[in-house]
């Protein structure tokens, strides 16, 4: 019997260590509604893609081709979280123009959606955050271009154009992102009332700070969205993939004070293991003691 009660312990240990507990599995969850991977379909499902947008659909989606005078989008068409939410996304900028390209993407979390405007595709005016991936410079500035900024739109204050947005930018950096071979990732994480934090990769490198909003708190039901613009001068502009989750408070806390956004926080990474993996495991340990079981009870049994 004390064999049996070791053994219930050991296998609930297991348990807790691979993340079968309830407590792990809500960690952490995937928002299909709010995510894109190849292959799309021609309709994803639960997105609009619209204006100059084209699916290749084992690609990419691209939002403008390297055309002057084009603008596409894609629009989730359900809301997103209101307290806690993570977006990792894959682009590439690319195009024929070794000089003059432009205008650049934008990443929105909206109340408004599917209206196409001068703001990289999308309204002005927005009520929401919009990430900026601007490629071509209307003023003179300190930092270089390609540029990254943030913008938090409260319905009322204009997108300043003519100088690329920066009365209203709450943050930004300046990686070159256009123009690479590989897909780039970005990430925005929004904890309500604690912090907003954008994240980049280039050349499947470690992951860059780009900024962070602290008592970040943006308007409730809003859409995620990407768009993109040209004008005179133009750039391809492809989305690739969209993953989205949804995690508790102390997860997305940890996620502020880590190099590389990892999906779970490092004392719960056995919660990331596939679930097969997990019961192949539980299997061979009650295997073994199962076996162990046996030889211990024949050994009884020779005493008697």
């Not at 990289?120 to 927005?126: A, K, L, S």
């Not at 050349?203 to 005179?232: I, M, Q, R, S």
Request: aromatic residues 14%; charged residues 20%; proline residues 5%.
């Amino acid at each position: 019997m004390k064999f049996l009660r070791n053994l219930a312990v050991a296998s609930a240990a297991l348990f807790g260590a691979t993340g079968l507990t309830a407590k792990g599995k809500e960690e952490i969850k995937d928002l299909r509604t709010h995510s894109l991977q190849v292959p799309y379909g021609f309709h994803p499902m639960y997105w609009d893609i619209g204006g100059d947008a084209v699916i290749d659909t084992q690609k990419k989606i691209r939002l403008t081709p390297d055309y002057p005078d084009r603008q596409g989008y894609a629009w989730s068409t359900q809301f997103l979280p209101d307290d806690t939410w993570k977006v990792e996304f894959e682009f590439r900028i690319h195009g024929k123009g070794s000089y003059l390209y432009g205008d650049g993407m934008a990443f929105f979390v909206a109340q408004e959606r599917t209206t196409p405007g001068p703001v990289f595709g999308n309204r002005d005016y927005f009520k929401g955050f919009g990430l900026f991936f601007d490629t071509y410079a209307n003023a003179k500035h300190t930092y270089n271009f390609p540029h990254i900024m943030g913008m938090q739109g409260d319905g009322k204050t204009p997108y300043m154009a003519n100088s690329d947005g920066d009365p209203n930018s709450v943050g930004g950096c300046s990686p070159m992102y256009r123009g690479t071979a590989e897909p780039v990732k970005a990430s925005v994480v929004y904890l309500k009332g604690k912090y907003l934090q954008v994240r980049y990769q280039l050349h499947g490198e470690k992951w860059e700070d780009c900024f962070t909003v602290n008592n970040a708190t943006l308007p409730e039901k809003l859409y995620l969205g990407f768009t993109a613009h040209t004008g005179e001068i133009s750039d391809n502009h492809d989305l690739i993939s969209v993953k989205t989750q949804t995690m508790d408070a102390s997860t997305a806390a940890n996620l502020q004070h880590q190099d590389n956004t990892p999906l779970l926080s490092k004392q719960n990474a056995w919660a990331a293991l596939g679930w097969w993996f997990k019961l192949v495991l539980v299997g061979a340990v009650c295997g073994v003691a199962f076996m162990g079981y046996r030889a211990y009870t024949a050994k009884q049994n020779e005493r008697f």
